[in-house]
């Protein structure tokens, strides 16, 4: 079966190169050598004052909050995969939701204001499927409520807007290292913030509390990450111009044949993206599971992600429903996109998608035009409601 992702598992003989020097020293984790160097050149790479490293990426959530004092309510987008809420609501943060832009997918600032409660601290953003949220916009919002601004980044790693890292905005940014994504550690995470001394707090919070062997100065919380996940995010760290280039080029051949059939993520102004996913918006919820049927047919996996709407969530009900997000939810299908993805898997999902959408437009001109001739069914393009989407990815 071919997924939506591939883990990416670098050089092997690289990889056990650094296995070697872990049994020559022994030391397993515990801030070892290996977390230390891969610390130090993600902060290089990234171009980031303070990156601490998670063993993954929902205690990096977390441990943000706790870093950050946050107590009551945080604004929240209702699109975004699972773990951005139930951290809150873990941490005992009531998460609210607030709609998002019907273009870009994300968070809407516009929506946020109205949303805010009087025990609300903070927004808690997500710049989802690495497209940056509309920073600016959130920050002239949170400085004019006095909150304070955490972004679930798992899907940001190398997304620069304006000449520089995303992660640079907000009081703190999280990566997630899962081997899902395209820079991995198996399993981590991190934790970007400007602030040295809220970095200072958040090594503390990461190593429960221990200053030195002692002293220990507050409560904490077991988040290191060890010496073998060092090792992999070190290979992988090696390889990150090719796996840019080549999730580059899947995704501009995916926008290519597939922009003129189905609604395409709105890139956000200024910034630039790391093709992460590359996810679709069909017609209606019945035209996605059809074209799933299809894919899956061919031994292909694609994901509904993010499905559902997180302000549908059970345990967090009575929500007042957030239509853009419900109704987005629906319609998303993201599509394989790896490096190594075959050529010809990614020919199939293309004609696979286009035969599926066309049999839709044919039914359609067949209900209301039922005279038109093979020809004239033929020549037409698939075209959907104007649904405010832009066909950009």
Request: proline content about 4%; some cysteine.
């Amino acid at each position: 079966m071919i997924n939506v992702t591939k883990s990416f598992l670098g050089n092997k003989a690289k990889f056990l190169g650094y296995v070697d020097s872990i049994y020559a020293s022994g030391w397993l984790t515990n801030h070892g050598p290996l977390a230390t160097e891969l610390e130090d050149r993600l902060r290089d790479y990234l171009g980031v004052r303070n990156i601490i490293l998670t063993n993954n990426g929902t205690l990096a959530l977390q441990i943000a909050y706790r870093a950050l004092n946050l107590s009551g309510s945080a604004i929240t987008t209702p699109f975004s995969f699972v773990a951005t809420t139930s951290s809150l609501q873990w941490e005992g943060i009531r998460p609210i939701f607030a709609d998002i832009d019907k273009a870009s997918w994300n968070m809407d600032p516009q929506a946020i204001e109205a949303r805010i409660d009087s025990d609300t601290r903070a927004i808690v953003a997500t710049h989802v499927f690495g497209n940056a949220c509309d920073v600016e916009g959130i920050a002239r919002v949170a400085e004019r409520h006095r909150l304070k601004v955490v972004y679930d980044g798992a899907h940001a790693f190398s997304v620069r807007y304006r000449d520089r890292s995303v992660l640079h905005w907000g009081d703190v940014s999280t990566l997630s290292f899962h081997a899902t994504k395209l820079f991995h550690t198996i399993e981590g995470g991190a934790i970007v913030t400007n602030d040295d001394a809220l970095a200072a707090r958040i090594r503390l919070l990461c190593n429960f509390g221990i200053v030195d062997t002692d002293t220990i100065d507050g409560i904490g919380i077991n988040a290191k990450l060890n010496e073998f996940a060092a090792a992999m995010g070190l290979c992988i760290l090696d390889d990150m111009a090719l796996i840019l280039e080549q999730r580059e080029e899947i995704a501009r051949r995916y926008e290519d044949q597939l922009g003129d059939y189905f609604d395409l993520q709105h890139q956000q102004p200024y910034s630039q993206r790391n093709h992460s996913y590359f996810p679709i918006a069909l017609a209606n919820e019945d035209q996605l599971l059809r074209c799933r049927r299809a894919l899956n047919a061919k031994g292909i996996n694609p994901r509904r992600y993010f499905y559902p709407s997180l302000d549908t969530l059970g345990y967090l009900q009575p929500q007042p429903p957030q239509m853009q997000s419900r109704t987005l939810s629906r319609r998303v299908l993201c599509l394989p996109i790896y490096p190594g993805l075959p050529r010809h898997i990614q020919d199939t999902v293309i004609q696979t998608l286009v035969q599926e959408s066309s049999r839709r437009s044919q039914r359609q001109t067949e209900r209301f035009w039922p005279q038109a001739n093979a020809t004239d069914l033929m020549e037409q393009r698939f075209s959907l409601p104007d649904s405010g989407f832009k066909n950009i990815y």
